[in-house]
């Protein structure tokens, strides 16, 4: 079964501080992986995409990790602030002979305190 | 370039009662999705449209109905509201295929009582 599994949950970190938000998934056959992140009250915004030839994938402070052989994504944020505070959204793409599947994660709620 | 848009914001239903969501983008995009997304779970895809003219059902069509009028919008309409719909609902559109990177509107919240 096509699976996407976020942890934690919900992380409190305080301003400045860094974090990694992971992501682990059983979506075969791999086409893409993204991460959204999602203020509350909006709608989420495309973070970065990582195909699986990538390793790595930078966007400011974010940075994302793709291991394809353990199915394992990370969202790394280097001095965080407050304006991170938000959900991020793990979303794998298959794509099958003529059509693509997408599955979304249930997000981490991150939370940075002053 | 306002994006997508969504109207309303918020809505108070009903039991019983209907009414249409509506979407709108301006990005010349091809393909357009609804979702629904409630309290710890993951956005589930409701209804797509991979193209004017058509339409397709996802994870989660039972309730619903869509129309694509024309590239630009997409409404979605609940006939018969029930409590179990209550939820945000979003629009998102993208140039080609669900895999490519979509773009999504504010949401509405739904309250179905």
């Known amino acids: 079964k096509n699976q996407v599994e976020q942890s934690p949950q919900s992380l409190i970190i305080l301003e400045g501080k860094n974090c990694t938000l992971q992501c682990n998934y059983t979506v075969s056959p791999f086409s893409n992986l993204r991460w959204y992140k999602q203020d509350t009250g909006r709608g989420p915004v495309s973070l970065t995409i990582?195909?699986?030839?990538?390793n790595t994938k930078s966007n400011g402070r974010y940075t994302a990790t793709l291991d394809a052989d353990t199915k394992q994504s990370s969202l790394h944020i280097t001095a965080s602030q407050l304006s991170d505070s938000a959900s991020y959204i793990c979303?794998?793409?298959?794509?099958?002979?003529?059509?693509?599947?997408?599955?979304f994660g249930s997000g981490t709620r991150l939370s940075i305190r002053p | 370039n306002a994006g997508v848009t969504q109207t309303p914001k918020f809505q108070v239903l009903k039991t019983g009662q209907s009414m249409t969501l509506q979407c709108a983008q301006d990005m010349n995009h091809n393909s357009m999705y609804w979702y629904r997304q409630d309290p710890g779970m993951g956005l589930r895809l409701i209804y797509y449209?991979?193209?004017?003219?058509?339409?397709d059902k996802g994870e989660v069509p039972n309730g619903y109905n869509v129309s694509r009028l024309n590239k630009r919008e997409f409404s979605l309409r609940l006939e018969s509201a029930a409590p179990s719909q209550t939820s945000v609902y979003f629009c998102?559109?993208?140039?080609?295929?669900?895999?490519?990177?979509?773009?999504f509107g504010p949401g509405t919240r739904l309250l179905v009582l």
């Open positions: 979303v794998v793409s298959a794509w099958y002979s003529s059509a693509s599947k997408i599955i």
């Open positions: 990582m195909t699986f030839s990538e």
């Open positions: 998102a559109s993208s140039e080609g295929s669900e895999s490519e990177t979509q773009y």
């Open positions: 449209s991979a193209s004017e003219g058509t339409t």
